[in-house]
């Protein structure tokens, strides 16, 4: 099992920055990438960024934040970071990190219980 923890979300306004931690407990060994999505109201869920942990792979953005988002990782304090900046209203939304496992890729069975991010003035 994975246990997953979000953390640092809140009110910016536009063009502000923020930047979201995922501290990863239990079974790390078994992750084979982290991914950062994201929810607003009445919209589909959005993968914002993976970034691969254990094999092969490469980071990937959603076209939407490229540029302005970054995802990284801590492999000292087993967290995962994502960086937002130049922050638009249209980004507000819960973001949840989520897991996939190495015996199952690409299947996301591990999620957090997600943090809320609002772009406003």
């Known amino acids: 099992q994975v246990q997953l923890v979000e953390s640092g979300g809140g009110l910016v306004q536009p063009g502000g920055s923020l930047r979201l931690s995922c501290a990863v407990s239990?079974?790390?060994?078994?992750?084979?990438?982290m991914g950062w999505y994201r929810q607003a109201p009445g919209k589909e869920r959005e993968l914002v960024a993976r970034?691969?942990?254990?094999?092969?792979?490469?980071?990937t953005y959603a076209d939407s934040v490229k540029g302005r988002f970054t995802i990284s990782r801590e492999n000292a304090k087993n967290k995962v970071y994502l960086q937002m900046n130049s922050l638009k209203p249209e980004d507000t939304a819960v973001y949840h990190c989520?897991?996939?496992?190495?015996?199952?890729?690409?299947?996301?069975?591990?999620w957090g219980q997600g943090t809320q991010v609002t772009v406003s003035s």
């Open positions: 989520a897991a996939d496992s190495v015996v199952t890729p690409g299947s996301y069975d591990y």
């Open positions: 239990g079974i790390i060994f078994s992750i084979n990438t």
């Open positions: 970034i691969p942990i254990t094999g092969g792979g490469t980071t």
